[in-house]
């Protein structure tokens, strides 16, 4: 009986909204555990969303799970071990809460890399080098984007691939959304201050999505961005707090010395630490890049290596806003079909 | 016969410094010698990366393999733990044991290299040691250094060194017993071998360029004196 059975979600980000209300839609009984105080997760610090500059709080309306008697919500609660009992998941917290249920759909998220770790790009000890989050910041507050000193940028450079396919980091994986926000930020940064010239240095650009490509042609046509080909060794700040790049164009095979206002570091996704934890007393594993580990990548990347443990969203991998929601469909239904099979 | 590519690959310095490039260029962004001269040591890694034997053999015979200070800054950056100075030093070695370093002006000066530090190091111990810094050939160096080096005892004493002396200090004689340690080392690391097929190709070459003797032999005092004007000469 649908209504007898119970989901857990660890997770109340879109991915881990998106699935609950496919479930209770089913008729499931399910509860979302959230680890902070409110739901939404990191889609909360975004601003605008790649690639039609549609504002995030439009998924993050859509995703919310219309109030339902079948669904339970609990915010603050960090799980930090799913162990199997008697055929059913008990899932802990730190405080005495206690959670059983059917079926659990891991909706972890990711975590921003750490910038401060890539020291040579200078991000905690300049202050005109922010990175991807912060300008998102920024740009939700509806201020223009300044130097430290509250001047307006002559020029702002963007990096790729900080975080990312960088061994020296331990991620040797592409984030692969950093290239296409780069665009979409450079963007943003010439619609605030038409004379700003803006840079973004890279290695390769992937663009991946149906609609970026033509997101980049709009940059370099329509705002003159200029993209060139190299990565960033490192940044060294000048008098006046002004910013020194180093870097070779790669294209033009030689070294290049760069002066730029501002410097805005696209930081890469990492897997959630806790994602560790959530291992421990059971069978779930980890991928060679600390993200859940999934059946196989092809046909059941929404199973884990734990029977009745499914994955949505980007604990799977980087991912964007709507690969993340369909994932969380595709982990939904697959919930469904599971619990119809071990009810026959 | 061996391609340029089994040799390089004999030096385990190359499997340690080249996993697999993607061409970012950092290390080229990072390097001090690419910024004084036309230098890219990324260009240098994707030579050697795409095995071409051509490609390498011109590489090994150019002067760019000499451009590199082998500061390794460009190792803490790779985004692949490549290290483009530990695959300069493995082109550099093939070159010498080859020959190709003739073929360069900035090659050729491993004769004058060889004549100077590498000999000061089996002879003296130090790889720079103050009598063999000679002002004549030296004119970098300057009137300051000429004064130094005409009183060299007493500046030397001034300064607290133990120039040349037994006992213990700076710049103080290095014993027989460790000069020969030091040319055990040398013969057991290939530094010897490397040290005579450099002797051995500049002095075929010199012969080859026409600086011998009476007795048609190569006369290497005229082959260095051509060394030195031929640096100057581009200066």
């Not at chain 2, 044991?97 to 290299?113: N, P, W």
């Amino acid at each position: 009986m649908i209504d007898k059975k119970h989901i857990a979600i660890i997770g109340g980000g879109i991915a881990g909204q998106e699935a609950a209300s496919v479930l209770t839609g089913l008729g499931y009984k399910v509860t979302i555990l959230e680890k902070n105080e409110r739901m939404g997760g990191m889609l909360n610090k975004w601003s605008k969303l790649f690639p039609d500059f549609s504002s995030s709080q439009l998924v993050l309306d859509a995703v919310k799970v219309a109030t339902d008697k079948n669904l339970n919500v609990i915010c603050n609660a960090d799980i930090f071990s799913v162990q199997k009992e008697n055929g059913r998941f008990k899932l802990s917290d730190n405080s005495s809460l206690d959670v059983y249920a059917d079926a659990v759909i891991m909706s972890t998220g990711y975590n921003l890399f750490d910038a401060t770790l890539k020291e040579e790009y200078g991000y905690g000890v300049f202050e005109n080098v922010i990175t991807s989050a912060d300008f998102e910041k920024v740009h939700k507050s509806g201020e223009k984007l300044t130097t430290a000193d509250g001047k307006a940028p002559r020029r702002v450079a963007f990096i790729h691939c900080v975080g990312s396919r960088d061994a020296k980091t331990g991620n040797t994986y592409c984030s692969k959304v950093c290239c296409i926000t780069g665009v979409k930020q450079a963007i943003e940064v010439t619609q605030m201050w038409p004379e700003c010239e803006v840079f973004n240095f890279y290695m390769d650009l992937r663009l991946y999505g149906s609609k970026y490509d033509a997101l980049y042609l709009e940059a370099q046509k329509h705002h003159k961005i200029q993209f060139i080909r190299g990565r960033l060794s490192e940044v060294s700040e000048r008098q006046g707090k002004e910013l020194q790049l180093k870097a070779e164009d790669t294209l033009q095979g030689r070294p290049l010395r760069m002066k730029t206002d501002i410097v805005v570091l696209l930081i890469g996704m990492e897997a959630c630490k806790q994602n560790e934890d959530l291992c421990r007393d059971n069978a779930l594993e980890l991928d060679e890049n600390r993200f859940f580990k999934s059946k196989n990548i092809y046909n059941h990347r929404n199973s884990s290596t734990q029977s009745g443990v499914f994955l949505a969203g980007s604990c799977i991998c980087p991912m964007s806003v709507n690969e993340s929601l369909e994932s969380a469909r595709s982990a939904a239904m697959l919930v469904d079909k599971s619990l119809k099979v071990q009810e026959r | 016969m061996r391609t340029m590519m089994q040799k390089l690959r004999e030096d385990v310095r190359l499997k340690e410094g080249l996993n697999a490039c993607m061409g970012c260029g950092i290390c080229t962004a990072v390097c001090p010698a690419a910024e004084y001269f036309e230098y890219d040591p990324r260009s240098i890694v994707v030579t050697v990366q795409s095995g071409n034997e051509e490609k390498i053999r011109k590489l090994i015979e150019s002067d760019t393999i000499w451009m590199c200070g082998q500061c390794m800054s460009c190792k803490p950056r790779c985004p692949r733990n490549n290290c483009p100075g530990l695959i300069i030093s493995v082109l550099r070695r093939v070159s010498q044991e080859t020959g190709a370093f003739v073929k360069s002006r900035l090659g050729r000066q491993q004769y004058l290299i060889l004549k100077t530090i590498g000999t000061n190091i089996l002879e003296t111990g130090y790889c720079v040691y103050p009598a063999s810094v000679v002002p004549e050939t030296h004119p970098e160096q300057g009137d300051v250094w000429k004064w130094i080096y005409d009183n060299k005892e007493a500046v030397y004493e001034r300064v607290g060194a133990n120039l040349d002396k037994e006992g213990p200090g700076a710049m103080r004689k290095i014993g027989r017993e460790n000069l020969d340690e030091l040319e055990r080392v040398f013969a057991e690391s290939g530094g010897q071998t490397l040290f005579t097929s450099i002797v051995e190709y500049s002095r075929a070459y010199a012969k080859e360029s026409g600086f011998v003797d009476a007795n048609g032999q190569p006369d290497m005092e005229k082959y260095t004196d051509f060394l030195l004007n031929e640096d100057n000469d581009e200066k």
